[in-house]
């Protein structure tokens, strides 16, 4: 019996050249932008103009590429030594793409595809399913796919969140920070349809903080917000610079609950932008946590949640 493990994420650039590669190919995809495919085509382009050169900015400050190819790469070598199965990154929107890992795979029994998404959304965890299955139709590759929705509640993932804040506090006092869980953000409509990824993120912060409280911490207050919105649409609230401004203590922790993998969302937009806004604002401290990437506790959680898939079978 081969297996392999496919380990999804977003993506991002490998260099600047592929800046627009990434944007278009994130604004084309049906399950972020809706429109009938010739709108969306157009809409891509359109988006992807007018944020190119900006974009390019902001990965050139963070050393010319995404830091989530690295994290990644990181991650995987840590679990091919605790997974009895090859360990590949499958990427959405950059390469690798499904289709060229699964060149390689066409004599594999089962495929375990685990999303590096711990909360199921339509635009992330199903996006990067449709993809899989095209690229498996197109190869002929008919293996058995195992996958899971989410695991936002799995122990060893709490562990790695509760680990990297640990990190960001240094010793210092809970006490005297708040604490603000940050997700990426979505148009509210989306939620409005159904999609169960505000519920998730909801659930995650109460097995976080309940954990954080057996451990001891307790900070002034907890709190959650959004980042990264885009566009004039409404998205679900209430939005990181609102919370910032609305938090009485002026040092904070942000703690990016959204991502298992740091990438321009977390080292650009939550350590650069967010922190000038708080500078701004008048804050003492502003930490940015960082995300599990290959914290010990989530190299576990990926290795249990491939045992108990396999044992599934």
């Known amino acids: 019996m081969k297996r392999a493990v496919l380990l999804m994420n977003m993506g991002g650039p490998n260099n600047l050249d592929e800046v627009e590669v990434f944007l278009n190919n994130m604004f084309n995809d049906k399950r972020v932008i809706g429109a009938p495919k010739p709108i969306r085509m157009a ?111 799995h122990p060893e993932y709490i562990s790695a969140i509760v680990g990297r804040i640990k990190e960001a506090l240094n010793g210092c006092d809970a006490g005297e920070f708040e604490l603000v869980f940050s997700a990426h953000g979505l148009p509210k409509k989306i939620i409005e349809r159904g999609d169960s990824y505000q519920l998730h993120i909801k659930r995650n912060l109460f097995y976080a903080r309940k954990a954080l409280v057996e451990e001891g911490i307790y900070f002034s207050k907890t709190h959650l917000a959004y980042q990264s ?46 922190r000038g806004i708080a500078q701004e604002i008048g804050f003492e401290e502003y930490r940015v946590a960082k995300a599990p990437n290959d914290h010990p506790a989530f190299v576990r959680c990926i290795g249990h949640l491939y045992e108990s898939m396999k044992a599934a079978s």
């Open 43 to 153: 809409i891509a382009k359109l988006i992807t103009w007018g944020r190119k050169k900006e974009a390019k900015h902001n990965y050139a400050t963070l050393g010319g590429k995404s830091p989530i190819v690295g994290y990644t790469k990181n991650l995987v070598s840590k679990l091919q030594s605790v997974i009895d199965a090859p360990v590949h990154m499958v990427m959405r929107y950059t390469p690798p793409f499904a289709s060229d890992v699964l060149e390689n795979l066409k004599d594999v029994d089962e495929i375990y595809a685990i999303p590096l998404y711990p909360h199921y959304s339509s635009t992330t965890t199903l996006s990067s399913m449709d993809d899989l299955h095209a690229a498996l139709k197109h190869h002929g590759i008919r293996a058995q796919i195992k996958t899971i929705d989410h695991y936002y509640s």
């Open 229 to 274: 919105r885009l566009g004039p649409m409404e998205w679900i609230k209430p939005y990181l610079e609102d919370k910032l401004k609305s938090l009485k203590k002026k040092k904070v922790i942000i703690y990016p609950i959204a991502f298992t993998i740091d990438n321009s969302e977390t080292e650009f937009e939550l350590d650069i932008e967010y």
